[in-house]
């Protein structure tokens, strides 16, 4: 079946250090990626997508790549403030699996000044 | 101008009762689901639905029930709630396809007591 496994978090971090969040997926087909922040008592909101192989999906100064050989979307940025403390979510949909968006279990972040 | 339009936003209910969380989405996208996040913000789909047919019923009690009345509604309604049933909801709302992105509403926190 499909599925997406990102690293655990709470993740912690100073302000302006660099961000790896990783996300590797299984899927019988070529599936889209993205990834979704959440911050805290909000709703989700989409941060970045790539449709394909190679694609990179970019937004707020953050960056994901599509990588079919490894399986992964790693979400990275490369300088945090306090403001990008959130939950992060990666996911994937495939429409022919009756359109459903897979998440991952997210990546508590904690960007301290 | 919000998108993925939800209510109520708060919701707190004692076991046994009924209660209803309403969902619009001025988007014009033909597919609409809801998803729902336990207490470890681990997301999971319950339903989907295109063009006010339904088309994924994710093992849910079917003390759940999907409602939609237009392809721009999507209301859910559940049964004699229950302790496990407290989460937040997410309504959210997509194009039909590969690729596309799928729009979250703000969510319903819903609490049994």
């Known amino acids: 079946g499909n599925s997406v496994t990102q690293m655990e978090g709470p993740v912690t971090l100073s302000e302006e250090a660099f961000l790896t969040i990783n996300c590797t997926y299984t899927a019988t087909g070529y599936p889209s990626l993205f990834w979704y922040v959440q911050y805290p008592g909000e709703g989700l909101q989409l941060l970045l997508k790539a449709t394909k192989a190679d694609d990179k999906g970019s937004n707020k100064g953050f960056e994901a790549t599509y990588r079919k050989e490894t399986t992964s979307f790693h979400l990275e940025k490369g300088s945090v403030q306090v403001s990008d403390s959130a939950v992060y979510f990666c996911?994937?949909?495939?429409?022919?699996?009756?359109?459903?968006?897979?998440f991952g279990q997210g990546t508590e972040l904690s960007v301290k000044p | 101008d919000t998108a993925v339009s939800q209510t109520p936003k708060y919701l707190v209910t004692q076991m046994g009762n009924d209660k209803s969380i309403k969902c619009e989405q001025n988007l014009g996208h033909d597919t609409m689901y809801w998803y729902k996040q336990d207490s470890k913000k681990f997301l999971k789909i319950m339903f989907s639905y295109n063009n006010k047919e339904l088309i994924i019923n994710e093992t849910v009690p079917n003390r759940f029930s999907p409602k939609s009345p237009d392809k721009a509604h999507l209301n859910l309604h559940i049964n004699s709630l229950e302790l496990g049933d407290s989460a937040v909801y997410f309504c959210a709302s997509s194009p039909t396809g590969t690729g596309n992105t799928i729009y979250f509403g703000e969510g319903s926190w819903l609490t049994v007591v």
């Open positions: 996911a994937s949909f495939l429409y022919n699996q009756g359109g459903k968006l897979i």
